[in-house]
């Protein structure tokens, strides 16, 4: 079946600091792969996406490119502000229905 | 356009009760999807709903049920309530008409507690 490992932290970092959140997949077929956000409180944001292979996802200075040969969608970002504390959540889904198969979720905290 | 909207935000339920919670999706969307979310099992697919029909389902015992009206609304039933269906219930949607690239809207949740 599908399934997502991401490391799940927590991570702490200062502002402008570089950020990598790591994503692996398992999956059958071609699926689209997501990241989410959660702030406190909230529901989840689609922050990016990428549908095939070697497509690369952008949103609000975060980028992940779809890897299929490492199976991989790792997130990153190169400064990263105080705002950006939150959880993310990387997540897959099979063209075949809208079921996500989510990871466990990486909690980011960013120190002024 | 008005987001994804779920009440109530916030409920408290005894074990054994049952519990109703609405999701209503983004005008003209026509696909709700639930999730269960916890701290010890993440997030978890329940169902989905396309005009009226449950296309999709987790694996989640019976005790988990859905609807979805003609306006594309949707609830979710659970009965016999357990401690361990204590949760953020989230439900998302979408146009319905391409799973490969249609973009899912979560609304906030419904924060279930059960004593």
């Known amino acids: 079946g599908n399934s997502v490992t991401q490391m799940e932290g927590p991570v702490t970092l200062s502002e402008e600091a570089f950020l990598t959140i790591n994503c692996t997949y398992t999956?059958?077929?071609?699926?689209?792969l997501f990241w989410y956000v959660q702030y406190p409180g909230e529901g989840l944001q689609l922050l990016l996406k990428?549908?095939?292979?070697?497509d690369k996802g952008s949103n609000k200075g975060f980028e992940a490119t779809y890897r299929k040969e490492t199976t991989s969608f790792h997130l990153e970002k190169g400064s990263v502000q105080v705002s950006d504390s939150a959880v993310y959540f990387c997540?897959?889904?099979?063209?075949?229905?809208?079921?996500?198969?989510f990871g466990k979720g990486t909690l980011l905290t960013v120190n002024p | 356009k008005a987001g994804v909207t779920q009440t109530p935000r916030y409920l408290i339920k005894t074990r054994g009760q049952q519990v109703t919670l609405s999701c209503s999706p983004i005008?003209?969307?026509?696909?709700v999807s639930w999730y269960q979310q916890t701290p010890g099992q993440g997030l978890q697919f329940l169902f989905e709903?396309?005009?009226?029909?449950?296309?999709n389902k987790g694996n989640f015992p019976g005790r988990f049920s859905g609807r979805q009206f003609s306006n594309s609304r949707s609830e979710m039933n659970v009965s016999t309530l357990e401690l361990g269906d204590s949760a953020l219930y989230l439900c998302?949607?979408?146009?319905?008409?391409?799973?490969?690239?249609?973009?899912?809207?979560f609304g906030p949740g419904t924060r279930l507690t059960v004593t």
């Open positions: 998302a949607s979408s146009p319905g008409g391409s799973p490969t690239s249609d973009e899912q809207y």
């Open positions: 999956a059958t077929g071609y699926p689209s």
């Open positions: 990428a549908t095939k292979a070697d």
């Open positions: 997540a897959l889904r099979n063209g075949s229905n809208y079921k996500l198969t």
């Open positions: 005008s003209g969307h026509r696909s």
């Open positions: 709903y396309f005009s009226e029909t449950q296309r």
